[in-house]
């Protein structure tokens, strides 16, 4: 994906890298203030648009269908996301006519450009080959869609759901839209047989994070190494967040020009998925962070066919990549945003507790 300038959005203020990172309590309670809709105009576009095909999928739905894919917004099962083969509520794609299945994927073009579009393809295509390889029990028909609350009436939301992939997105007011956490995975994560040979769904990310590294000087790469073996899954998963600790490895702001621009690039593969205005809405998101603060980590061997992992950890967002199960041809990815991950706005619970005394 072409990189498109993040400086062009919001400059960080000029002392602000100066200082030491704050501790994470005081980093995520900062967060809390951080707009994550964007512009409010903007993002009541958006949060129509997504409604409006939210609405028209229920619509194509008969009434079993969609007492099975609706769900209440302050039901535990809207956070329980994860991405292991498991049975999930809601109603799966292959038990959607064609005209259905084509009205979720409108629903899902409503937060995703091509490119996320063609990530989701993607992980049903390696699920089809896993298919092939392990039987039936792989289904790339078994993806679920639900839908948390009613299309329109705040707070409500979707999520799109299965074997190494979880897009979660939650609309809690008009101004504040939501996409994560968004999880890819692929496995195998190079197709080695058959019709599909050589695919890799996430290997231009894998590519990216090699050049940062072997593009850094010896004493930057001993920075951002932050362990000789990879952790074998990424750390963020499901209910772990805590166990992330501080960011750690090289900040960007220690960077020559031409790595920053790829690690920028590399964030690009994943905030570069949504619809334009959802975009915008994010970049300026990671920019009030203060981009410089943002760390680039790895973890394991350099050597490829081995076991590796990176991530880029800012104040609240988190990107991570792993590649370790199956002899490194097993990828999970995840991009996160700690502080509103699910719509989470502490703030704006605040003003409505507030408002409603």
Partial sequence: MPHDGW??????????????????????????????????????????????????FLASLDDGQRR?????????????????????????????????AEAARSLFATVLNEQGLSLLDGVRLVEGVLREQQGSFRDPDRYYVSIFGTP??????????GHHLSLNVALPAAANIAVTPFFVGAHPATVREGPHKGFRLLGAS??????????????????????????????ASPQREQDLGQPRGLQLGAMDGAARQRVEALM??????????????????????????????WAGS????????FRVHGPVTLIEY????????????????????????PLGDHYRRQLHR
Avoid: C
């Avoid at 501790?23 to 707009?35: G, K, N």
């Avoid at 915008?280 to 680039?296: I, L, N, P, S």
């Avoid at 350099?302 to 992992?309: A, S």
């Fill in 322 to 345: 792993d590649n370790t199960q199956n002899s490194a041809n097993h990828i999970h990815s995840v991009w996160r945003d700690l502080a509103a991950d699910f719509g989470n706005d």
């Fill in 302 to 309: 350099l050597q490829r066919g081995e076991g590796y992992y």
């Fill in 152 to 161: 329109g009436r705040f707070p409500w939301g979707w999520r799109f759901e």
């Fill in 7 to 56: 400086h062009s959005h919001v400059h960080p203020h000029p002392h602000h890298h100066r200082h030491q990172s704050p501790t994470r309590r005081f980093v995520l309670a900062a967060a809390t203030f951080l707009p994550f809709g964007g512009a409010s105009a903007q993002s009541a576009d958006a949060a129509q648009r997504i409604a409006d095909q939210a609405s028209r």
């Fill in 206 to 235: 894998e590519d990216l994070a090699r050049e940062i590294m072997t593009g850094l000087s010896e004493s930057q790469q001993r920075i951002a190494l932050i362990a000789n073996r990879s952790f074998g899954d990424i750390v």
């Fill in 268 to 297: 690009d593969r994943f905030l570069g998925t949504l619809a334009p205005d959802l975009v915008t809405a994010q970049k300026r998101r990671v920019m009030e962070q203060g981009v410089d603060q943002f760390r680039f980590a």
């Fill in 68 to 100: 099975k894919v609706s769900i209440a917004f302050d039901a535990p099962n809207r956070l329980d996301w994860h991405y292991i083969p498991r049975s999930r509520a809601g109603l799966t794609l292959g038990e959607m006519t064609p005209v259905q």
